[in-house]
């Protein structure tokens, strides 16, 4: 592995981390040129920075004024403003750029009459290409000639452009082509951290984290290793993440502190992200008034908690003066909530909107809300219906700067689950679609499952029918996309090598969800495993689309059957254990029994969790016939030898997708060792590691789940294959 330091960095480097998706290597196009960086500002610097330790690697050079050799790649601020942060129309699908002629000229510290030939013809060309403002993250980049020039108009733009080079390579620098404008179609493409500060006795460090410790603390304070954090930040914008909340949602006594005394340690980390263009954000604890503040109550209507959070978020915002925000967990799994007072979540969330408004900041509200005290005897009882029963009737009731943070499925992140129908529910409300790049329920970071392909379905989705507005079209006209972070202070940062893609695909997702999946792969591979040091480049990336293409959907092959989820061991959610979680307090997910299996959520004779969705899902969902069968057992109940629209029994169905999903390891292991020698050794070791512990889950996930099903069906397989 080698090491890979922003050359800011001047303190020890005690680790030795893997680069992920910014190894020097991926630099070579760059940093072998001559460039030409144009403009003012922090960012700027770091974009200047980036290029000059670029071409301290690969021979080029890097300047600010124009003299000297004639440049290849010119970055240059338009120096025009950026339109004002949340009236931009960024580039959503459907939505449209007022478009001006950009008034800024050429920077005057282009005195070379050839250099600003140049960029007065890059910035001609984005014109007449209908370029209105680049907003204050979007970039064009134009090739003139035998210059690539990528224009901003402020400086994040600049460096979301160097990395898009930096991604296309070579190609940057071939030939000809007008002027193209890229823009984030998510305004806020932010990652949420479930570290605690202090070890937790029960959950750890990092909460559902697969790759070690946390690399944002330690010891109870924020971790030393700054030069870490800087190195995540630099990955983070590198895929174009701009938001990072810092803390656990779940928020106990030490994080609690983070807001009043312990706000040193935030603005530590915040002056660390802040050189990439990230945000800080901060999970509070709705009672934080009385945990940390020694008042009597955290009663929303109360004038001394609102006078409370008042102050107290201005204080925030004298220390931090870019904090992005807070981001809540109320009345959920243990945590404090509006509900203790009698009051709702429009309330809780408007109390903590209001304070943070004169500064900008907005307000996450986490949706997920649910009864995890429930009595499995009561069939009434739909942990799925939770969030739309609570949020639903509040629509139009939160203020501006709330984002109502909503799962992407109705209950819990699971291998397989119809979208959430609080998209659809609240036109009045910002909403931010939430993600979980951890692999909680997708093998914890042991087992390989690209995520992207997943989230792109889910960001597809139409909510109200084919014609409607996308997934993708709610979250970016509200929120924009929020995920649980993967990544831990392992030298390969999310355990599993290959899960890297998946943090690396979540952002570049975030930035464009209309990019193909596989595109995105082909990206992640072509910048982490250098092709040119490759023996077989074209080997290397077909071998690894193979393996991780359509990994998500062998993952659910041998453990989420069309829908079932939670078919896991209780408390740390990893391996199989079908009756797991059926007779406890926290919600019962198969209902199978001697007869068939699956969750009856129909408005006939369910739960009636299928009338939450508007037409034409309300009727697809609420029919055995019309619904997908992927996600039949989430909303129906049906005999084992229901036929499936597959023309599979729903048993056979069971038996085969389990064989299958073992044989499709068996596979990526094989596929994986003849990969031996092309890849780094370090790497490739890990990742035959975690295959290993692959194939014995995946057996143990068929042999349970088949065996079960057998056993409480008495249907043989077709095909005699062992049921034990
Ligand atoms: C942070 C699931 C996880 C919890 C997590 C919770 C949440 O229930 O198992 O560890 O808590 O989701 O999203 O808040």
Redesign the pocket.
């Known amino acids: 592995m080698r090491r890979n330091r922003p050359e800011c960095d001047t303190s020890p480097d005690p680790t030795d981390v893997h680069p992920a998706w910014l190894p020097p290597a991926a630099f070579r196009a760059v940093g072998s040129r001559h460039t030409l960086v144009h403009g003012d500002g922090l960012l700027v610097d770091t974009v200047l920075r980036e290029v000059r330790l670029a071409c301290a690697t690969h021979g080029g050079t890097v300047r600010r004024s124009a003299d000297g050799p004639p440049a290849h790649l010119v970055l240059a601020l338009t120096g025009r403003s950026p339109q004002p942060a949340e009236t931009e129309a960024a580039g959503r699908p459907g939505g449209t750029a007022p478009a001006t002629e950009p008034s800024g000229r050429t920077p005057s510290v282009v005195n070379d009459d050839g250099m600003r030939r140049v960029l007065d013809a890059a910035r001609a060309d984005l014109a007449a290409a209908g370029g209105g403002p680049l907003g204050d993250e979007g970039y064009a980049v134009v090739r003139h000639g035998e210059v690539t020039v990528v224009l901003a108009d402020a400086p994040a733009g600049l460096l979301h452009g160097l990395f898009h080079v930096v991604r296309l390579g070579e190609s940057a620098f071939g030939a000809p082509h007008p002027a193209r404008a890229y823009r984030p179609v998510m305004r806020r493409r932010m990652l949420d951290h479930?570290d605690n500060v202090d070890v937790h006795p029960v959950?750890g460090q990092v909460?559902?984290g697969y790759a070690g410790g946390s690399i944002l603390w330690r010891d109870g304070r924020a971790h030393p290793d700054r030069a870490r954090v800087r190195a995540y930040a630099r990955l983070l914008a590198g895929c174009g993440i701009n938001a990072v909340s810092v803390n656990?949602?779940?928020v106990h006594a030490t994080e609690a502190r983070l807001l009043t005394d312990r706000l040193d340690d935030v603005a530590e980390i915040a002056d660390d992200l802040r050189s990439y263009g990230i945000r800080v954000h901060l999970s509070v604890n709705f009672a934080a008034p009385v945990m940390v503040g020694g008042l009597s109550t955290a009663d929303p209507l109360d004038e001394k908690v609102r006078a409370w959070w008042v102050e107290t978020t201005a204080r925030v915002y004298a220390r931090i003066p870019d904090f992005g925000g807070y981001l809540v967990?109320a009345d959920?799994?243990g945590q404090p909530g509006p509900f203790s007072y009698g009051r709702d979540h429009a309330d809780g969330a408007n109390l903590l909107a209001e304070a943070l408004a004169p500064y900008g900041g907005v307000m996450h509200w986490?949706a997920?809300v649910y009864n995890h005290r429930q009595d499995w005897r009561d069939r009434s009882t739909d942990r799925a219906r939770a969030a739309h029963d609570t949020f639903a009737p509040l629509d139009g009731r939160f203020q501006d700067n709330v984002i109502v943070q909503v799962?992407h499925g109705p209950v819990?992140?699971q291998t397989r689950e119809p979208v959430s129908p609080v998209i659809a529910a609240m036109p009045g409300t910002r909403l931010a679609v939430e993600f979980q790049v951890t692999q909680?329920y997708t093998g914890q970071q042991r087992h390989v499952c690209y995520l992207a392909p997943w989230w792109h379905e889910v960001l597809r989705f139409t909510p109200w029918g084919d014609d409607g507005p996308t997934v993708a079209d709610v979250a970016a006209d509200g929120g924009g996309l929020a995920a649980v972070s993967n990544v831990g202070d392992d030298p390969f940062w999310t355990g599993h090598p290959l899960a890297q893609a998946n943090l690396y695909a979540y952002g570049r997702l975030a930035w464009d969800p209309r990019l193909r999946p596989e595109d995105v792969l082909d990206e992640w591979i072509d910048l982490t495993f250098d092709p040119a040091a490759s023996a077989d480049p074209e080997l290397l990336r077909r071998t690894l689309h193979e393996i991780m293409d359509d990994s998500w959907r062998t993952y659910e092959r041998y453990t989420a059957p069309l829908g079932v989820g939670f078919m896991v061991r209780p408390g740390h959610?990893y391996g199989p254990d079908v009756d797991g979680y059926e007779y406890t307090a926290w919600g019962t997910y198969h209902f199978a029994d001697r007869d068939g299996v699956g969750v009856d959520r129909t408005r006939a004779t369910g739960t009636g969790f299928t009338g939450q969705y508007p037409p034409p899902w309300s009727q697809v969902y609420e029919s055995p016939e019309q619904c997908p069968d992927e996600l039949l057992l989430f909303f129906h109940h049906v005999r084992y030898d229901h036929v499936l629209r597959s023309g599979s029994t729903v048993v056979q169905h069971i038996y085969d997708t389990h064989f299958a999903g073992v044989a499709e390891v068996t596979a990526m292991s094989d596929r994986w060792a003849a990969l031996a020698g092309l890849v780094d050794p370090v790497v490739h070791a890990r990742v035959d590691e975690r295959l290993a512990e692959q194939q014995r889950s995946a057996q143990e996930w068929c042999d349970q789940v088949n065996a079960y099903f057998h056993r409480k069906s008495g249907v043989p397989d077709v095909y005699g294959r062992p049921l034990y």
Do not use: C, G, P
């Open positions: 479930w959950m909460e559902r656990n949602v779940n967990k959920s799994e986490r997920f799962k819990d992140f909680e959610h």
